[in-house]
């Protein structure tokens, strides 16, 4: 999962319709995101939430009567971010202008009433509470803090329509929380217990938002691999068909997959449909059986490598992401040359990489932190080091390979090129104006055909062909 700060909203690019202000908007509202993709969805959700209770979405904190962070509680160094920014925005709180600060998500959930305490918020909300957002954000404006951290076995937000304000892609949370308690990981705590939305309502959602104008959908959870309809007893890989022959032109794609339960029904059905994308992102965590077993994965480097084997059978030119943890808890030499060993034998496209970061209540925290900071910091840039040259050497790989792209829109640093995606989930860049001044005839959401020509580590460039 990236660990990117995304602020929303965004300026659409093109296509669907921009969010709506309600004629009777009374407070504007603006939404920080932190931490992973079902974050960035979560925010949609509260947006969606306020946005029916009266709330306008803007663009900036200064515009904002109703500034809210989003958090992540992954690891100590997302946290401290969030506090840094809280005390920036102290100021927009104490103006002449009566606002309001709120801390949503996984941090909320963690620190509770001590986010309060630091005198610099008004509201904590945590991942299970968003439906309370209208109610203590009124109280707030009314001079009320406000708390609600009470966690679910049963929400999932269902019935609520999110206020998507980003690009044709779109993130759609099938599933809530994580049962699998991994030992350094706080996720369990904060988000709960596993619980699914029912298969019909994401087929649904996913034909909306194609009708719509989006063009690609992520599904998302913690552990996609867990996803169950309650009533049918269908799997994820039923949910995945479904969607796929529902919206047979939509692309989709899901994360997160536990490679315990990355089953062969999973892979083969992946293979079987053409606009399910062929990208995988499977965190092996660790090289070491033993390091594996202190993180409570339930799954062997054995036992990994071969499913990783059945997807090459299966998808040959399928893309993989992986998340590595560097020092983890009595690591040694050998376990991180382990790892290396994976990352060399696996080849990964690209890869989350993370030095542990001990978490209050989970069970590693008991393990101790014995690889001192400078050891951890040196094997994770170790890691890196060995992904960005895989990354380059299989970049440089795609030269001269034709790639269906899902046009996004202009490129950050030069407007006359344009950028879009694979169906493999790699940025590619392309000339859009043409020395002559011509452009080529696509729209955002269209798909292009384009020819591989160079490559970055991090990036493709091609040429459009006809
Ligand atoms: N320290 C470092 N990395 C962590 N992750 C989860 N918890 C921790 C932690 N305590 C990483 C894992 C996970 C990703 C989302 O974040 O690699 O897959
Ligand atoms: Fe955390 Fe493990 Fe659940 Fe992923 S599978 S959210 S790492 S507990």
Known sequence: MMDTTLDLPVLPLAQPEPPTTPTNATHTVYVETYGCQMNVNDSEIVLGVLNTNGYAPVDSA???????????????????????????????RNGKRQRVVGVLG???????????????VDIVVGPDEYR????????ALHGSHGIAVKLSRVETYDDIVPLRTE???????????????????????????????????????????????????????QNVNSYVDEASNYDFADLLEACARAVPQLRIRYT???????????????AAYDNICKYIHLPV???????????NRTYSVDHYMKRIERIREAMPLCALSTDIIAGFCTETEEDHQATLDVMRAVKYDGAYMFAYSPRENTKAWKMGDDVPDEVKQRRLQEIIALQNDVSRELNAAETGRLHSVLVEGPSKRNSAEWKGRTDTNKTVIWQHVADDGGVGDYVVGDVVQVRITRSTSATLFGSLEV
């Open 62 to 92: 200064d515009d904002a009567d109703v500034i809210l962070l989003n958090t992540c509680a992954i690891r100590d160094n997302a946290e401290r971010k969030i506090h840094e920014r809280l005390k920036a925005l102290d100021h927009l």
């Open 106 to 120: 996984c941090m909320a959930e963690r620190l509770r009433s001590s986010m309060l305490d630091t005198g610099l």
């Open 132 to 139: 309370k957002v209208p109610e203590l954000v009124e109280a």
């Open 167 to 221: 690009g044709i892609a779109a993130w759609v949370s099938i599933m809530r929380g994580c049962d699998k308690f991994c030992t350094f990981c706080v996720v369990p705590f904060t988000r709960g217990r596993e619980r699914s939305r029912p298969l019909q309502s994401i087929v649904d959602e996913c034909k909306g938002l194609w009708d719509s104008g989006f063009r690609e959908v992520s599904l998302l959870g």
């Open 256 to 270: 997160t997959s536990h490679p315990q339960d990355m089953s062969d029904k999973l892979i083969d059905t992946m």
């Open 285 to 295: 965590q660790s090289g070491s059986d033993r390091i594996l077993q202190l993180m």
